[in-house]
T-cell receptor, first 112, second 114 residues
Framework: GPKVLQIPSHQIIDMGQMVTLNCDPVSNHLYFYWYKQILGQQMEFLVNFYNGKVMEKSKLFKDQFSVERPDGSYFTLKIQPTALEDSAVYFC??????????FGPGTRLLVL | GEQVEQLPSILRVQEGSSASINCSYEDSASNYFPWYKQEPGENPKLIIDIRSNMERKQIQELIVLLDKKAKRFSLHITDTQPGDSAMYFCAAIIASSSFSKLVFGQGTSLSVVP
C-alpha cells in the first residue's frame, strides 16, 4: 500500500527538552493525522490537519504540542517542553479522501 | 458518543479454524469502518474496510460484517494461519465531529496455534 515515512524511528530526550517528530506523507494525500499509542493500548487520535490548518484536536493534544507542514515539506509534531507522560509511539497517518488512512512506521519517544 | 468497544481482548485459536472479533460503536453517523493488523514493533496496516452502504465484504480469508441498526461490526478470519497472529484493531470514522478522525477499539491479541 501507500507508504508514509517517519523520522526518527526512535528518540530519547530529557524531560523539558523540545522534540520534533517528522512525517513524510503519501505525495498526493491531502489529510494528515497524528496518533499516540502507549504500549499494549490502541492508537489515540491527537490531531488532524488539512489545507494548512488544524481541523480538530483531542484532549491529548496539550498546549505544548504543535503541528505544521511548511511549504509541503514534512508534516511535523513538535512537543515543547516534553513531559514524562509524553513517552509513547507516535504514528503519523495520511489520507487522500479523509477516510482511508495509511500509517507510518511510528516514532518511539522516550522522555527521561 | 465516540467510543468503540472491541471484544475479545485476547483470542487463541487452532490453526485452520476461524477467528471472530466484534466491535460496537456509538455514533450512528459513522460511515466508515476499517480494520488494522499490527505486529509487534510495527505500524498498523489496513487489511480490510467497509462503508455504511454495505453489509458484507470479503477479501480472501477476511470477512467483515456491518449491522448498522445494532451499531456493530465484526471481522472474521477463516482458515487461520500462524501468520495471522497479531494485534487487530477495529476503528470507526466519527462523522459527527467537525472533521473526520478514527476512533479505535481497544484491540484483540490473536494467537493462532499449530
Amino acid at each position: 500500500g501507500p507508504k508514509v515515512l517517519q523520522i526518527p524511528s526512535h528518540q530519547i530526550i530529557d524531560m523539558g527538552q523540545m522534540v520534533t517528530l517528522n512525517c513524510d506523507p503519501v505525495s498526493n494525500h491531502l489529510y494528515f493525522y497524528w496518533y499516540k499509542q502507549i504500549l499494549g493500548q490502541q492508537m489515540e487520535f491527537l490531531v488532524n490537519f488539512y489545507n494548512g490548518k488544524v481541523m480538530e484536536k483531542s484532549k491529548l493534544f496539550k498546549d505544548q504540542f504543535s503541528v505544521e507542514r511548511p511549504d509541503g515539506s514534512y508534516f511535523t509534531l513538535k512537543i515543547q517542553p516534553t513531559a514524562l507522560e509524553d513517552s509513547a509511539v507516535y504514528f503519523c497517518a495520511s489520507s487522500l479522501d479523509g477516510d482511508t488512512q495509511y500509517f507510518g512506521p511510528g516514532t518511539r519517544l522516550l522522555v527521561l | 458518543g465516540e467510543q468503540v468497544e472491541q471484544l475479545p481482548s485476547i483470542l487463541r485459536v487452532q490453526e485452520g479454524s476461524s477467528a471472530s472479533i466484534n466491535c460496537s460503536y456509538e455514533d450512528s453517523a459513522s460511515n466508515y469502518f476499517p480494520w488494522y493488523k499490527q505486529e509487534p514493533g510495527e505500524n498498523p496496516k489496513l487489511i480490510i474496510d467497509i462503508r455504511s452502504n454495505m453489509e458484507r465484504k470479503q477479501i480472501q480469508e477476511l470477512i467483515v460484517l456491518l449491522d448498522k441498526k445494532a451499531k456493530r461490526f465484526s471481522l472474521h478470519i477463516t482458515d487461520t494461519q500462524p501468520g495471522d497472529s497479531a494485534m487487530y484493531f477495529c476503528a470507526a470514522i466519527i462523522a459527527s465531529s467537525s472533521f473526520s478522525k478514527l476512533v479505535f477499539g481497544q484491540g484483540t491479541s490473536l494467537s493462532v496455534v499449530p
